[in-house]
């Protein structure tokens, strides 16, 4: 049986041949990978670092994990660069890229042949997010499992983003609050699609900055809020504030306008009240289309959905079970399709 060497516990650890955990933990493991840094994906790593021998990440995270104060010793530090394979235990392990925030991997694990791969969250697969073939079990995020969840493409969403921000900017000043990772994203992007108001970054937000930027991550006109430049850019009133999506409630920002930024929303923009309050769509998941395509793609012998992660995860298993079939099932609370 295929399903035990690779499950999904209660707490949210993606268990792979028992001693290694993915993006959660569990007592026996001795290795812990980190897939990339949201918080539904570093789930109780303070006991890992405590309890395990390796903890497995690409430069990136690792880095921005100690910077949002993980502090990882350096003896079961085991950076790994995407498409490198170590030998970590009996275990062959080899990290590949994944779009969605720098720094995330999918995780290939290989015990004497028997391949367990574990896509984590993804967008734009076989052309950005490189898929992994044919694995004997393929482990994959389904944030958009639901048949009805077909987005509109990206630079459609992009564009009208693009336009509110720019309608808002005449007002003044924008607060935007978004996750470590999708923040520094978003702003590369923004630059790209000609927005160069400057930036002014919470401390946390700067920290994460910081290190993205050490990685060729480049952005013009980026401060950190509170020093003398950034105090001078605010007299102008015409800047982005960049902030962690929990800061919202405390609306402790004087900016004119605020956008939260969420990569779980299907609509592209949604106005919350009368005030002045938008969400965003910009999403860092694959929708249903894109999901069936990897899967199509990889062809594994058996997929397992994660449900710890996803509240779609029964109706992905049954669609792909029904119309690619292969068998399927959904972890932690297996309802075997
Ligand atoms: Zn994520």
Known sequence: MLSEFAWIDRNGAIRVFKKLCIDGHANE???????????????????????????????????????????????????????????LEEYEVRLEYADHIPGTAQVVV????????????????????????????LIIDATYGNPKHVREAEDVVWSKFVELLRKLMM??????????????????????????APFLLTASQWRVYKIIERYGYRIEDVFLLGSREAEEVKKSGWYLEIRHTSGISLRNSDANSHIILTGRLLKSIVKVDSGNVWIVGISGHADFNDLVYYVDFSRPDLLVVDGYRSEHAQAFASYIKEHLGIQSVVLPVDITT
């Not at 935007?176 to 994203?185: C, E, F, N, T, V």
């Open 171 to 196: 007002q003044g000043s924008v607060a935007l609050y978004a996750y470590y990772g999708k923040a520094q994203d978003v702003m590369i992007k923004l630059r790209e699609w000609g927005i160069d």
């Open 110 to 137: 290989d015990r004497e042949g028997l391949v367990i791969a574990y896509t984590s969250d993804f967008k734009n697969p076989g052309t950005k997010t490189k898929i992994i073939e044919q694995p004997h079990v």
């Open 29 to 87: 493991c001795i290795i812990r990978i980190v897939t990339h840094i949201h918080s539904d994906h570093t789930l109780h790593l303070d006991k890992s670092i405590a309890y395990c021998k390796h903890i497995v990440g690409t430069p990136i995270t690792l880095d921005i994990l100690e910077a949002l104060g993980y502090g990882v010793p350096k003896n079961k530090k085991r950076t790994l660069e995407y498409g490198k394979v170590t030998t």
